[in-house]
């Protein structure tokens, strides 16, 4: 077809066309535009806290008991039976620990006029810091606005421990503080609502704090009971696990032994504490099979160190024979700094100290006598981020000579030997690990770790010494008859280095010292086996950094938390990606 032609052809088949379209586009309806919510008018999900604070509550009595409420919250809780409040375990040390992440080491508050008074002769408040309690922090962070609650039937608790609080609830009774608990977390507004039951207290001190003590048991069940109403408000919330994200964490704040508290015994500091949130999932956490110490470190008038006060000589060598020994990790010591010493100046007093070698990884001895003599011996490469033992023994080479010798060892291996006939050797220094305050010098220490600090009275063998070297159960040594000072060092929590040797002195701890769990145990430590329950010593201590990261509100080092907001290594459980 030609192009005349195909013109031809168009110019009449155009305006049929044109009929047959133009009706059909008249018959549908465009629909209305759509758009999709920009980021800007998506609703944030809000994280908020609920805290329960019950006095008395001693773990292993929980867990024996099993209250119906605390066990149906497991489903979704990190939780632990044998968590533990603190050394002092007055209910004003408790809650002053649990609500300034500060131990009673360095808070040193125990009664309820929550004031520090030193006692006549003693120095003043260690670094002259307030402590004050999380409220406070929160007024001066990015998030000043945050509704806060707290209840409880203690006004001094209120009043004096928490000013800071927006809405303080006296309660009348335990029942009166659920009944105000319901109401709070019923309100929209409610961002961090904390609840204190002290009637379990109450009923330990009248018929023991004991899950066979049928009094104690009806306390327990009936804060139970109450605790399941406030979870039962909480989760009618409507946007409960949609906008709002809870972390709900139930502590007790201290423990009891017979029908008292206040003091540092296991008992009285047994608690247990769950962290619960609906997308969390169940594990146990223990303290056995972990190792939490407190690093030593820094100079000699600032750093961290513990010692041993007023032994009045006990632990001496003197004429007598001794054994010292020592865990150690860390790395590259530095310029002879002195780490582990009962001496005071290195030049012209007595006494015997250790200290970091020039190669930042060796060790040396040096002892000195009452009359100035003195002898040094190097004892090898500990410094290299690895657990060693070192061991020092003052000993006669047998009974009823006066030949007097001096040892020393690496990891069970003699490295090193002096003959220190005639010899006495002691000092007022207190015993100490880490720089000690008058030795000369001022070295940094960069930091280490120490394990199972032993005194014996009595000279060990060397095959004494290298067959319990990871002796678990002290108890079960050859010269535990002859044992003066044992100090395991994984506390994890308080101002000192607990002697299981009992009538003993312990190690005070001094500077700004913080316990930390670390992965690499000495070889005294079990390892924990079960696959079921994870390694970890749960503290009130804890209770402060993890609110804070649960709130996404950053903490200042200044604030020297000194707990572990752990949580947070289950994130990927509960972060909605």
Not at 494 to 521: C, E, H, M, T, Y
Request: hydrophobic share 40%; charged share 20%; aromatic share 12%.
């Amino acid at each position: 077809m030609n192009l005349k032609k195909l013109s031809v052809v168009s110019a009449v088949l155009l305006p049929i066309l044109l009929i047959c379209i133009i009706p059909s586009c008249k018959k549908y309806v465009d629909p209305p535009p759509y758009f999709e919510d920009t980021i800007a008018t998506v609703k944030p999900v809000l994280r908020k806290v609920l805290i329960i604070g019950v006095d008395g509550a001693v773990g292993a009595a929980y867990k024996t008991i099993q209250p119906p409420v605390l066990v149906g919250l497991q489903a979704h809780s990190k939780y632990s039976w044998d968590a533990v409040s603190d050394e002092s375990t007055t209910d004003a040390a408790s809650w002053k620990t649990l609500m300034t992440g500060i131990s009673f080491g360095r808070h040193l508050i125990q009664d309820s006029s929550f004031i520090y008074s030193p006692p006549v002769g003693s120095p003043p408040h260690g670094s002259s810091v307030l402590y004050p309690s999380f409220f406070s922090y929160i007024l001066s962070s990015s998030r000043p606005d945050i509704k806060t609650t707290f209840i409880s039937q203690w006004p001094d608790l209120v009043n004096r421990l928490v000013p800071e609080v927006e809405d303080k609830v006296i309660a009348a009774s335990d029942a009166a503080g659920k009944d105000s608990a319901v109401a709070r977390v019923k309100r929209a507004n409610a961002e961090l609502v904390l609840v204190n039951f002290n009637s379990v207290a109450i009923a330990g001190k009248t018929h023991g704090f004991d899950a066979a003590a049928a009094g104690y048991r009806t306390a327990v069940l009936t804060v139970d009971g109450y605790i399941g109403e406030i979870m039962t408000a909480l989760k009618s919330r409507p946007e409960y696990n949609k906008n709002e994200e809870w972390l709900v964490i139930i502590t007790g704040t201290h423990g009891g032994v017979g029908t008292t508290y206040g003091g540092p015994s296991e008992k009285e500091a047994n608690v247990f504490s769950f962290y619960y949130n609906e997308r969390l999932k169940p594990l146990e956490l223990t303290k056995a099979g972990s190792f939490a110490g407190v690093e030593i470190k820094g100079l000699k008038t600032t750093g961290v160190k513990a010692q041993v006060l007023n032994d009045g000589g006990f632990y001496d060598p003197g004429t007598s024979p001794q054994t010292v020994q020592l865990k150690i990790k860390g790395g590259a010591i530095g310029f002879y700094p002195h780490f582990f010493a009962k001496r005071t100046e290195f030049r012209t007093t007595s006494g015997w100290t250790c200290f970091g070698g020039g190669s930042g990884s060796e060790w040396y001895l040096d002892v000195k006598n009452n009359a100035g003599a003195a002898v040094q011996l190097p004892g090898g490469a500990i410094f290299d981020n690895q657990w060693h033992t070192i061991s020092i023994v003052f000993f006669a080479d047998s009974i009823g000579t006066t030949n007097k010798y001096l040892r020393i060892y690496r990891d069970g291996t003699r490295v090193g030997q002096a003959n220190i006939t005639g010899w006495n050797i002691t000092s007022p220094a207190p015993l100490t690990i880490g720089s000690n305050a008058t030795t000369d010098g001022n070295y940094s220490i960069p930091g280490f770790y120490s394990a199972d600090a032993t005194i014996f009275k009595t000279a060990l063998t060397d095959a004494e010494i290298r067959d319990n070297l990871c002796l678990r159960d002290i108890t079960q040594h050859p010269k535990y008859v002859n044992l003066a000072g044992y100090w395991p060092a994984n506390d994890a929590f308080g101002g000192r280095l607990k002697n299981k040797v009992a009538g003993n002195k312990d190690f005070i701890l001094q500077g700004d010292f913080k316990w930390s769990a670390i992965p690499d145990l000495p070889c005294t430590t079990l390892p924990n086996s079960n696959p079921n329950v994870a390694s970890l010593l749960v503290k009130s201590v804890d209770l402060v950094p993890t609110v804070f990261y649960w709130l996404r509100i950053p903490t200042a080092t200044s604030w020297s938390l000194e707990g572990s907001s752990w949580l947070s290594q289950y994130e990927i459980e509960f972060v909605k990606l």
